[in-house]
């Protein structure tokens, strides 16, 4: 191998990373190492001047590998591989060193994080050495997607796709369209009928000849890889096999069961109901107590299940405006009655929400704001109270405790994650948070993709959200398939496994370690073959393979190994 | 305390889809813990070669932290359940080398647990100060003399 030359790319990340991490010093550290030619520190590596800058010492002093010292690589490596790649370099010959989540945002002392970010970069320099120029792969892109939840999200994105031309099977795991939405009765806070937002989606869904809706209906398997997944899907009809290039995930939530809050007494107290039980009285126009007779108090609980140490410590988002909502339906329907809102904070943040709030006040609604982690007591009436019960609050802003007569209590409940989404996850292959929620890719930059090649999230699977951005996220999972369909086919990365036919013995070790059936044993020659598309390029076989004979690209055994010579 | 200001090298050895993402996770909340891990990123716990470890051990580290996602979780099915696999008989090897096998320590880290990542990292440098620098390089270099 010709002597490399390297070129090292300290990133101070505006203060990010220079207010701890002495970055000129790490640079000039980098520049007494074999190989590198320049090596620079500068404000900020991933905006345009910063690549301009290594673009132009690739040109100029002929730089055949590159070091970014700076953030995660899972942010920034595909900005810094592009910059390779504009410079006419392979863009595999670039390693990160990460300073910044593993060094300036998680270390005070500046001598040890930079004696730290010091030898990380000394790894990713010492490992650059032995990278290879790596060639893209393409494969085919199946346009027919695979949606998985049939809510107002699911319905959408399903929609979305078909409405333009492709295939979509959409799968439900109940028997009817419309999900957790189509048990409501107006949405806040422009008090549109839900019914009417569903039931347009469900009907051309349904007559849309590319959508092929499964009810009753669960995904079995699902196999393959970006463009080229193989799904199973069972339902009363038996089992299908679907062919499809993306998946989005669109299971919705699961409404928190308000009887795990004993002092509350729902399941047992019958005038404490839930607020779906609540919009199914609305739905059918009846507002009674369990005596057959119209409530004169009505109580609203907020954060049921939410921000809770006890339960759930998130905020649910949607169940604020659905209390106000509230107020809003009974002085309608019952204009004589009380309605007493119970709240820890009162978040209206969303679009059109603090005029909804206003408009709540003005209608009288009376609002009594408690602690949180504190719940109101519930006290039965007695035969002369002229209502069923009492509600013992502990007025925050007035400091006093107050007993609010009560016919019937309505507790918002939060939203939680399903009690399949561990099953889903594994299902299709991407992580939950400690909640229960799935994970997306990036919380900012790209918040439908997961860590699955076209595995998509969108809707309350991913977290808590209102009708808005549910559909807002299926219609950005959509515009994401279709840019690949647009395309026809896709780039897949270059890293895979590979078998030295001289070296293998034919031990078959590794056959049966494959987790996706990728390794192919050619019988007549008696050597194993890893086939490069369905490889995900784990490393699996690189290990086990007893005579070494497997290559795992970018992840190589001299790669690793320098880089342990480097960090050390 | 017996390690009176010894700072030990840690390598830490992450799969790129839970526990690296777990450290990164940890960073942007800004966790803070000890300074003394070197992470390397591989795609899957299972890449991890015992021979990676050996050779961190024999370049000078003092111990060798290994993340991957938790059984069950694994991003490639179940490749955690291969490096599970090949973690005792590491540490068999290590102490018929007299290496003690504390240094070597197996921690599963999804992508959620920042919090749990930094703890690993704390709990894992006290252990390694307590035991006192690893002796491998000098035990080899008698052997080597012995000869």
Known sequence: ?568 | MMSNGFEPKIVGFLCNWCSYTGADLAGTSRIKYATNLRVIRTMCSARIDPTFILKALLEGADGVLICGCHPGDCHYVEGNYKAMRRYPLLKRLLDAYGIENERVQLEWVSASEGRRFAEVVDRMTEQIKALGPCKVRTALAFDMAER
Not at chain 1, 93 to 119: G, Y
Not at chain 1, 172 to 177: A, I, V
Request: proline letters at 4%; a negative charge.
């Open chain 1, 1 to 568: 191998m010709d002597t490399p030359k390297i070129g090292v790319y300290v990133c101070n990340c505006g203060t990010n990373i220079k207010k701890v991490v002495d970055c000129d010093e790490v640079a000039q550290q980098a520049s007494e190492q074999p190989g590198v030619v320049c090596a620079r520190s500068y404000k900020y590596m991933c905006s345009n001047p910063g690549q301009e800058m290594i673009i132009k010492d690739i040109q100029e002093q002929g730089l055949d590998r590159v070091v970014v010292s700076a953030c995660s690589p899972r942010m920034h490596e595909s900005t810094f591989r592009g910059a390779l790649a504009k410079a006419g370099l392979n863009p595999y010959f670039l390693e990160m060193a990460n300073i910044r989540e593993q060094c300036s945002w998680v270390h005070t002392d500046p001598r040890a994080a930079t004696d730290k970010a010091t030898d990380l970069t000394r790894g990713a320099v010492r490992r650059v050495v032995f990278h290879e120029a790596l060639e893209k792969r393409f494969v085919d892109m199946c346009p027919a997607t695979l949606v998985i939840g049939g809510g107002i999200t699911g319905l959408t994105a399903a929609l979305e796709l078909a409405e333009s031309g492709n295939q979509v099977y959409l799968v439900e795991q109940s028997g009817r369209l419309g999900g957790n939405l189509a048990n409501v009765d107006l949405t806040a806070p422009y008090l549109d009928s839900a019914r009417d937002l569903i039931r347009e989606r469900i009907l051309r869904a349904t007559r849309n000849p590319n959508i092929t809706v499964f009810l009753d209906a669960k995904v079995e398997s699902l196999d393959g890889y970006v463009g080229n997944f193989k799904a199973k899907v069972a339902s009363a009809g038996g089992t299908v096999p679907v062919e499809i290039g993306s998946v989005v995930v669109a299971t919705g939530y699961k409404p928190f069961d308000a009887s795990r809050v004993k002092a509350f007494g729902h399941g047992t107290n019958p005038n404490v109901i839930t607020s779906f039980e609540f919009e199914a009285m609305l739905r059918k126009g009846r507002i009674l107590t369990d005596k057959g007779r119209p409530p004169r108090y009505v109580t609203v609980i907020h954060c049921v299940g939410s921000r809770s140490e006890e339960f759930h410590p998130y905020c649910s988002r949607v169940c604020c405006m659905t209390a106000l909502k509230y107020g809003q339906e009974i002085k309608s329907a019952l204009p004589d009655a009380f309605v007493y809102d119970l709240y820890i904070d009162m978040h209206a943040f969303g679009k059109g929400c603090e005029d909804f709030y206003k408009q709540a006040s003005e209608i009288r609604t009376i609002f009594m704001m408690f602690q949180k982690n504190t719940a109101p007591q519930i006290l039965p009436g007695g035969p002369k109270d002229d209502c069923e019960m009492f509600l013992r609050v502990d007025d925050k802003l007035s400091g006093e405790e107050v007993d609010i007569p009560t016919d019937l209590v309505v507790l918002m409940v939060g939203m939680e994650a399903r009690d399949d989404s561990a099953e889903v996850a594994r299902l299709v292959n991407i992580s939950r948070d400690k909640d229960g929620w799935f994970i997306e890719s990036h919380p900012k930059l790209d918040p439908v993709a997961t860590t699955t090649d076209g595995v998509y999230i969108a809707g309350c699977c991913q977290s808590p959200k209102d009708i808005n951005e549910s559909v807002a996220q299926a219609r950005a999972a959509t515009a994401r398939i279709m840019a690949k369909i647009a395309k026809g086919r896709i780039e897949v990365d270059a890293v895979f496994a590979e078998v030295n036919q001289d070296d293998c013995s034919g031990c078959r070790v590794c056959n049966d370690l494959c987790p996706y059936g990728a390794i192919d044993f050619n019988s007549e020659t008696r050597r194993s073959n890893v086939i490069s598309a369905m490889c995900k390029a784990c490393g699996a076989c690189v290990t086990a393979c007893p005579s070494a004979a497997i290559k795992g690209r970018h992840f190589t055994d001299e790669q690793i190994f320098a880089q342990i010579e480097g960090v050390l």
